[in-house]
């Protein structure tokens, strides 16, 4: 799906999309160094078994570190990312798509090896964690992955039409219509998150980064088409849906 990112000034942009109110620089790279510990390892020590362990571990937590990646710079203040064709759709880019697809499935790679390694009779370290902590890592990116097969069953984003707002994948399910639809807000100490209230039910709130835009532009869209029922035909192609947005909030 091609996304278009745009960065309305329909708010001011003065409340961070950032948990802590601030760009994680030092996670970053935190987790940027992690991967360097198994290299290390595989480099000093000569045995080929665990050698080959570290390598799939090293290959594990570069996929990590550039997941984390493309989860942190998905969002920023004032940004909106929407589908670039058919109706209004906030939507996470490709990076952020992939990225629980492609950690599950590296997270597979130190078990296989592990099972290699023994097959073949390769030297390499003993103990239990090593022989254990793939098959638990491979367990939980099988997990993992059984999450996202299920997630299909949603829609990718959030999808604001004519009948009301639909989605979110790998979120909290959204089904609602205008008539249910009550007050729309970023929550949390810095606002990363988005909560819609729907009459009868408990409020859902979706993290920012299934929506790829900050949430505060994000409330003020989906605000605006409830307050505007003579609006919502214009949602039938998010483009033009925002250009109407911005010129009423910003005239």
Not at 20 to 32: D, E, K, N, Q, W
Not at 52 to 60: A, D, F, G, H, N
Not at 88 to 96: D, E, S, Y
Not at 191 to 199: E, R
């Amino acid at each position: 799906m091609n996304t278009v990112a745009r960065s309305p000034r329909i708010i001011d942009g003065s409340r961070s999309v950032h948990p802590t109110g601030r760009f994680p620089s030092a996670a970053l790279v935190l987790v940027g160094i992690l991967p360097l510990l198994p290299l290390l390892l595989a480099v000093v020590d000569a045995r080929p078994g665990f050698r080959l362990v570290m390598i799939s571990l090293t290959v594990y937590a570069a996929m990590l570190a550039v997941a984390l990646w493309f989860w942190v710079r998905s969002l920023r203040e004032r940004l909106i990312r929407i589908a670039a064709t058919g109706p209004l759709r906030f939507t996470p880019p490709g990076g952020v798509r992939l990225s629980p697809w492609l950690v599950p499935v590296t997270g597979l790679l130190p078990a296989a090896v592990t099972f290699l390694v023994q097959t073949l009779g390769l030297p390499t370290l003993g103990g239990r964690l090593l022989e254990w902590g793939p098959c638990i890592l491979a367990i939980v990116s099988l997990f993992g992955l059984g999450r996202e097969i299920l997630a299909f069953r949603r829609t990718l984003g959030l999808v604001v039409d004519e009948r009301g707002l639909h989605g979110v994948r790998r979120a909290a399910p959204l089904e609602a219509s205008w008539n249910e639809i009550g007050a729309v807000t970023p929550v949390g100490p810095h606002g990363p998150k988005l909560a819609v209230s729907v009459a009868g039910r408990v409020p859902v709130i979706v993290d920012a980064h299934h929506l790829g835009s900050d949430p505060a532009a994000v409330a003020a869209v989906v605000s605006f088409f409830r307050d505007r029922p003579e609006q919502r035909h214009m949602l039938a192609n998010g483009t033009d849906a925002m250009r109407t947005v911005e010129g009423a909030l910003r005239s």
